[in-house]
């Protein structure tokens, strides 16, 4: 398997420049879309262009430097850009409940129906050379490092590599990649740190990942482990970060990856320690990409009723219902017929176990036009939580197609719309389906097994079995019984 990080050789990542918001104007919400980012803010349009920019050279700069992954998620990114402290607090109020609690200047967090960041649209980079962002540069490249290779990277490589990448900074002409943050150098520096073999044993059940001060110790630890293989490591660093991502996607345990690509554990702790108490460290450019023209990016002030309702979309996400349901009020005063007012209720009211109440406004939504993929989704899974008829299934159908076309990306929706057709008796349209499902999804075993299912009942045993022999280094025991008595009775 060839994999292959470019930003030995250039670059990568980012940050945001912006200056501070301009008086007097009304408040305007205006929405930037670039390929794979929504940016809804009550900035000036430039500065909401520039955000949007930044946020798709960011991605292209991640897509060149790291090619294993695959920097496309499975459901939009929605970025609220807050013009100041104030629209910050509006958005995440409880982080000034508490006095003398944090006050972030970015937040991440996902919703069923979306990722969510808000951010202040103010803020600049700091004279240490830190991204203001960084915590949700950290949590957008963490999700997109857990979908690589189809499986489950080691927690210390991914959390390591999120965190070199989260201090990105773009420039007009380039995209800077691995400056250290000055408090995690100096955490990582002082100590106290956990043995690699016991940092590679870390999962995200272990008392080092859960927070405080031992999570601290652990991402300043596995960043400056990830960012001496990156950037230290002056002895064929590419070739060789190439063949322990390599040995890791292949399942291989840490200890013998590293082992057979570095020597020895105790060779690689030695020497990325000297690089850490070194405290000199490197980092790399990478020019932007030049087929992101930040003029170009389509631009429109927002839908009073759309920009409210995803701001409550995002108060949802946070587990805070009071402020999401005052700005469905407002959203619905804006627009009594809203959809994405009733989406956002109705994921909020499934949230709350209404599942009754929320299969109704989900229909509403639907019924109007809804422009989101979940409401259709979710509509379907709602409908089918009893025992279906052919004509239940055939009235959910649609609704599949449907959240299918609308978000290509969404495995699941493939997933169920392959149930659907192939109890319909498409057993072609099934199949294709469950592989669009695979293909999306390749580390969800359960949809090999479903397409696996598929293929042996259409007599495409050959192909089955290729399906199998794929996905069964992902298995668990009881899964790879299930792809033996499906391919033992195809064989029949």
């Known amino acids: 398997m060839r994999v292959r990080l470019r930003w030995y050789e250039v670059a990568a990542v980012i940050t945001i420049l912006l ?46 430097g790291l090619p294993w992954t695959t920097p496309t998620l499975d459901r939009p990114v929605i970025v609220i850009a807050a013009r100041d402290e104030n629209g910050m607090r509006a958005l995440a109020p409880q982080f000034w409940e508490q006095r003398g609690g944090t006050r972030p200047t970015s937040v991440f967090v996902g919703g069923p129906d979306a990722y969510y960041i808000a951010l202040r649209a103010d803020v600049q980079v700091t004279a240490q050379l830190q991204n203001p962002h960084a915590a949700a540069y950290w ?128 060779a690689l702790d030695e020497a990325y320690l000297l690089y850490v108490h070194q405290g000199v460290y490197s980092y790399s450019r990478l020019p932007t990409d030049t087929a992101i023209v930040e003029a170009q990016l389509p631009a429109r002030v927002a839908d009073p009723a759309d920009h409210m309702a995803s701001r409550a979309a995002f ?102 719309l392959a149930d659907i057709q192939g109890n319909g008796g498409q057993t072609d349209a099934a199949i294709e389906s469950a592989r669009r499902a695979v293909a999306l999804d390749g580390g969800n075993v359960t949809h090999a097994l479903r397409l696996v299912r598929l293929l042996a009942a259409a007599s495409r045993s050959d192909e089955a079995r290729a399906v199998a022999e794929q996905a069964l280094p992902l298995a668990d025991a009881q899964q790879r019984q299930l792809f033996e008595a499906i391919l033992a009775g195809s064989a029949k």
């Not at 509509?379 to 279906?388: I, K, N, V």
């Open 139 to 266: 949590a957008y490249s963490g999700l997109v490092l857990q979908r690589a290779l189809g499986r489950r990277l080691p927690l210390w490589l991914t959390n390591g590599l999120a965190a070199v990448l989260s201090n990105t900074i773009v420039r007009n002409n380039e995209v800077e990649f691995g400056r250290p943050q000055p408090w995690m150098a100096e955490r990582a520096k002082e100590g106290p740190r956990l043995p690699l073999p016991a940092l590679f044993a870390v999962d995200h059940g272990s008392p080092s990942y859960r927070g405080g001060v031992d999570r601290e110790r652990f991402d300043a630890q596995t960043w400056a482990l990830v960012q001496f293989l990156i950037f230290g490591n002056k002895d064929n660093a590419a070739a060789r970060f190439d063949q322990l991502i390599g040995q890791l996607a292949a399942g291989v345990p840490s200890e013998q990856a590293v082992t057979a690509v570095y020597g020895s554990v105790a």
């Open 315 to 416: 108060h949802v996400a946070m587990n805070r219902p009071a402020e999401a349901r005052a700005l469905i009020a407002a959203a619905r005063q804006a627009d009594p017929a809203s959809p994405a007012a009733d989406t956002v209720e109705a994921v909020l009211l499934d949230r709350e176990q209404q599942p009754d109440e929320a299969r109704k406004l989900f229909a509403k939504a639907a019924e109007a036009g809804s422009s989101s993929f979940w409401t259709y989704y979710r509509l379907a899974t709602l409908q089918a939580s009893g025992r279906m008829t052919p004509d239940d299934q055939a009235a959910i159908e649609p609704w599949l197609e449907r959240a299918a076309a609308l978000n290509p990306r969404f495995a699941p929706a493939w997933a169920f």
């Open 19 to 64: 200056g501070a918001p301009a008086a007097g104007r009304a408040q305007t919400w205006r929405e930037v879309r670039g390929d794979h980012f929504i940016v809804l803010s009550d900035a000036p349009e430039r500065r909401v262009r520039s955000i949007a920019w930044q946020f798709e050279q960011m991605r292209s700069a991640m897509a060149e």
